[in-house]
């Protein structure tokens, strides 16, 4: 081992593309339906679900791009955190990161790559089997041991996954755009978004729930921050190209369904029966190839982010056994031991994530939704670092330093108030009317507790030592 410095090795079209690459990956092909059940199958309160979480992202990557013209030194959300609340908050923050957050995400993409990968071969597999949780941790350990090996083949891996994933969702946005209006398909979409019908606007709440996971993921482009070549000018440029493109392919796909099939059979059947109408079997297996690769792909950039979120804690001589996590290998320039912890803590929540969402939850009512919930999470945590910029620096240029960090935290705030109807308000009153309790948002904040006190423990221990 020697010199646990990282390499500068990524240039502005990298970070573009993993910007990209990992947001743009599952959950725009499965969370488009469950948008439209949330809406029952109104288009304009969908696209309006997709408009504001988009909003909320760009504004927040905008204040990110802020604070990476500032700040660069290993894992940006850790290194903003510090710099602008302090080395306590920023620990946690890291620690959320390390355990909860990158984890969570990464165990979600490994099943739903498996669980492509299965429908590929058999449209009536079952994605809840056996099979499908040994090959989604077969992903896992393929995706850790390419990042470990060959940092350079999984940032080659990141930019032709996001050219490839692009290519169905044009045809889709092309083709249906233009057979739906042909058609007039799409144009009897947004004639039938009058209804009212479990069509009020709340239910725009739980669609902005479900794009979060689609639209999550723009930040993990901060974890390679100090091995870009030129951080400050590429990170900023990364984050805002980045987000705008995600948003607007987003919509137009949305839209482009339509010309497929109907939002009744949309919300029944998903993306697949309008992909098949539009492309053709053939077609429709191309691009659930496709499919998988996007997912792959996706999960590529996660497993990225994993290794250095556990060793941007290490290298401040933090958490458990810093000096053996901050250990960065002489071949290939990674940081071995802490991506093995980052293995270990992802097949973890990969084993919660299986078992939660079984037809019989093996965890009972503490099984919640470790896809949306911990993303939303990180929104709440953003807001101390919004607030403590904009008094820092907001007297030096208002608008980007003070006007933008407090739009930052009025989108924060409503999205954990997303979060607490999507999973708490709606859910209680469904159980109610069944006579039965749920409110699923209350046992990820006790899981999410106990995890943080382990966290707070090993910082005492290493303030003491």
């Not at 979060?212 to 030129?230: D, H, P, Q, R």
């Not at 250990?327 to 097949?347: E, F, H, K, R």
Request: charge should be positive; glycine fraction near 10%.
């Amino acid at each position: 081992m020697e010199n646990n410095q990282l390499h500068k090795r990524y240039g502005l079209f990298t970070a573009i593309c993993m910007v990209v690459g990992i947001v743009i990956g599952s959950g725009v092909f499965f969370k488009a339906q469950d948008i439209l059940n949330y809406t029952g199958g109104n288009m304009l309160l969908g696209i309006l679900a997709w408009v504001i979480g988009g909003a909320v992202m760009i504004i927040c990557a905008f204040n990110f791009a802020n604070f990476a013209t500032k700040y660069v030194k290993v894992n940006g959300i850790v290194d903003y955190a510090e710099a602008i609340v302090g080395e306590r908050y920023a620990y946690m923050v890291g620690w959320f990161i390390a355990t909860i957050y990158f984890p969570a995400m990464t165990a979600v993409l490994a099943w739903v790559s498996a669980r492509y990968t299965l429908l590929l071969f058999n449209p009536a597999a079952d994605i809840t089997s056996g099979l499908c949780m040994a090959l989604g941790a077969f992903y896992l350990c393929l995706m850790y041991a390419v990042n470990m090996l060959s940092p350079k083949l999984a940032g080659k891996l990141a930019v032709s996954a996001t050219v490839i994933k692009l290519i169905p969702l044009a045809f889709i946005i092309v083709v249906g755009t233009v057979c739906g209006l042909a058609s007039g398909s799409t144009t009897e979409a947004f004639a039938e978004s009058v209804r009212t019908e479990g069509a009020d606007f709340s239910s725009v709440f739980s669609g902005i729930a479900a794009a979060v996971f689609a639209y999550e993921g723009w930040c993990v482009a901060t974890s390679i921050n100090a091995e870009l070549k030129n951080p400050k000018r590429d990170l900023p440029r990364a984050l805002v190209i980045g987000t705008l493109i995600i948003m607007a392919v987003y919509i137009l796909y949305f839209i482009g369904l339509t010309g497929g099939a109907s939002t009744d059979v949309l919300m029944k059947e998903g993306a697949t029966t309008a992909i098949k109408n539009l492309l053709g079997n053939v077609g429709g297996t191309v691009l659930s190839a496709f499919v998988v690769i996007s997912c792959l792909g996706t999960l590529n950039g996660l497993m990225i982010a994993c290794p250095r979120a556990v060793y941007s804690i290490a290298m401040r001589g933090k958490g458990p056994r810093p000096e053996l996590l901050s250990a960065v290998d002489a071949q290939t320039n990674m940081p071995g031991n802490a991506g093995v912890l980052a293995l270990v803590i992802c097949g973890a929540w990969y084993f919660y994530f299986y078992g939660a969402n079984l037809t019989a939850p093996i965890f009972g009512a503490f099984s919640f939704d470790s896809s949306e919930l911990p993303i939303i999470t990180t929104y709440a945590m953003y807001i101390p670092m919004f607030v403590m910029f904009a008094v820092k620096e907001g007297k030096r240029n208002v608008f980007k330093n003070a006007v933008m960090p407090i739009l930052a935290v009025m989108a924060s705030l409503f999205m954990v108030f997303v979060a607490v109807y999507a999973h708490g308000i709606r859910p209680y009153r469904e159980a109610a009317a069944k006579g039965e309790f749920a409110f699923p948002v209350l046992f990820y904040l006790i899981v999410f507790a106990v995890i943080m006190t382990i966290g707070a423990v090993f910082y005492r221990k290493r303030k003491r030592g």
